[in-house]
């Protein structure tokens, strides 16, 4: 059985004395891959490419062109589509009050 490693994706951190010198096609320093995303965000790897579609910000880091993602992008953009919240009692007791007045 092969090692599976550690639990969700690795991502490339500041690591304090690490080397910031980049090899020809490593990941640079604070970003994921397709599927590092999609561990991330606990969704399919289809629908971070579907995020990507729709405007998720990516990388062309490697030197064969693989996509690459900051976690942080991934955050930012889940959080300028997220629904906002209404208020159903307020909303439900505007309706009411309208009701009672056209009454």
């Given at each position: 059985?092969?090692n599976a490693g550690p639990v969700g994706?690795?991502?490339?951190?500041?690591?304090?004395?690490?080397?910031?010198?980049?090899?020809?096609?490593?990941?640079?320093?604070?970003?994921?891959?397709?599927?590092?995303?999609?561990?991330?965000?606990?969704?399919?790897?289809?629908?971070?490419?579907?995020?990507?579609?729709?405007?998720?910000?990516?990388?062309?880091?490697?030197?064969?062109?693989?996509?690459?993602?900051?976690?942080?992008?991934?955050?930012?953009?889940?959080?300028?589509r997220q629904a906002p919240v209404v208020?159903?009692?307020?909303?439900?007791d505007d309706v009411l009050q309208g009701?009672?007045?056209?009454?």
């Open positions: 059985m092969k994706p690795t991502v490339q951190g500041n690591t304090p004395g690490a080397s910031t010198t980049r090899h020809p096609g490593q990941i640079p320093v604070g970003y994921v891959t397709i599927h590092g995303a999609a561990q991330y965000a606990s969704v399919s790897a289809k629908t971070v490419t579907r995020w990507i579609r729709s405007g998720l910000p990516v990388h062309q880091g490697t030197t064969r062109g693989k996509v690459l993602i900051r976690p942080g992008d991934i955050d930012a953009y889940l959080t300028r208020n159903l009692h307020a909303l439900v009701l009672k007045r056209a009454a």
